[in-house]
Nanobody
């Protein structure tokens, strides 16, 4: 599967952005999906994940209550709605796909090694 992330840009602190990740292929609905980010000079960190059926989600503590992950399997797209953005949310955001589907335990979806496909990333810059 190929992943194409979009929607990044420059936004003021307190503002909102919605990232999209479009996936190729006919089996998107069987993939668990995740968002990760990498800030300048830092390692990659987990942001949010959603199971293949879309019923269960997992979030990093740093974004709980502000970010929402969702998916539209008919459009082969996963979204990340980001509200109340903070300066520390500045990063390149990557979407990722895990072909394990129902075999993957939700708690392990925060681990980068759970994913076997990665998109190219989209830059989010939050300014003061």
């Amino acid at each position: 599967v190929q992943l194409q992330a979009s929607g990044g840009g420059l936004v003021q602190a307190g503002g909102s952005l919605r990232l999209s990740c479009a996936a190729s292929g006919r089996t998107f609905s069987s993939y668990n999906m995740g968002w990760f980010r990498q800030a300048p000079g830092k390692g990659r960190e987990f942001v949010a994940a959603i199971r293949w059926k879309g019923g269960s989600t997992n979030y990093a503590d740093s974004v709980k209550g502000r970010f929402t992950i969702s998916r539209d399997n008919a459009k082969n797209t996963v979204y990340l709605q980001m509200n109340m953005l903070k300066l520390e949310d500045t990063a390149v955001y990557y979407c990722a796909a895990d072909s394990s589907g129902p075999r993957r335990i939700l708690s392990t979806m925060s681990m980068g090694q759970s994913y076997n496909y990665w998109g190219q990333g989209t830059l989010v810059t939050v300014s003061s």
